[in-house]
């Protein structure tokens, strides 16, 4: 079985501070993780996702992602936020597991606001 | 290279109506799965189709079923719509055995009355 629990369901942040979105998850075998992001009206994208590797994962806009095992965490963070950042965020598991079958279990998501 | 699209963009339908929900895949991927995102919660995994065969499901009454065709188009069907149904139905697209991020469509709002 697989679950993920976002810690927080609202963020709020000035633009340019840091941003922080806590995620832990729980995985009966190797974990892939992925942090996708929704905008209003539209549909799910792609941030970053850790498969295995190196465990500190760049995304796009500016995002990153550390896994940590002993943690079971995967928090999402970026430097300084930007307007356009405002949106739902959320925390992905997903199984490696040799059958190659993959569903996606989501967290119940975390939306981000950025005052000017 | 046209993502994953998905028909119509917005249903309104009454309490035991039947409705069918439409997605094509993004071009060279083989598997489609089907989420159910109620408002104001994360997506809910129906289930997946590969080779025309439904291959995982998640905890979804029969009332709902899928199809996936030869061209790897997929369809979402329910049957005897409650209230309960009114959601946004977002399809994703996967090659089926690899690690690899699956690809949303816009999803369709669909409304019960």
């Known amino acids: 079985a697989q679950s993920v629990t976002q810690l927080d369901s609202h963020v709020s942040v000035s633009e340019g501070t840091p941003v922080l979105l806590r995620c832990n998850y729980s995985s009966s075998y190797s974990p892939s993780l992925f942090w996708y992001v929704q905008h209003p009206n539209k549909g799910l994208q792609l941030l970053l996702k850790?498969?295995?590797?190196?465990?500190l994962v760049k995304g796009i806009n500016g995002f990153e992602a550390e896994f940590k095992k002993s943690e079971t965490s995967f928090h999402l963070t970026k430097p300084s936020a930007h307007m356009s950042d405002a949106a739902e965020y959320f925390c992905?598991?997903?199984?490696?597991?040799?059958?190659?079958?993959?569903?996606?279990?989501f967290g119940s998501g975390t939306r981000l606001q950025v005052q000017p | 290279d046209a993502g994953v699209t998905q028909s119509p963009t917005h249903l309104i339908k009454t309490r035991g109506q039947q409705v069918t929900l439409r997605c094509s895949p993004k071009s060279g991927h083989d598997t489609v799965s089907w989420y159910q995102q109620a408002l104001g919660q994360g997506p809910q995994f129906i289930f997946q189709?590969?080779?025309?065969?439904?291959?995982q499901r998640g905890n979804f009454p029969d009332r709902f079923s899928g199809h996936q065709f030869p061209n790897y188009s997929s369809e979402l069907n329910v049957n005897a719509l409650l209230l309960g149904d009114s959601a946004l139905y977002l399809c994703?697209?996967?090659?089926?055995?690899?690690?690899?991020?699956?690809?949303f469509g816009q999803g369709t709002r669909l409304t019960v009355v």
């Open positions: 994703a697209s996967s090659f089926w055995g690899l690690q690899t991020e699956a690809f």
């Open positions: 189709y590969y080779e025309e065969e439904e291959r």
């Open positions: 992905v598991v997903s199984d490696l597991r040799d059958t190659g079958r993959r569903a996606l279990t």
């Open positions: 850790y498969t295995s590797a190196a465990t």
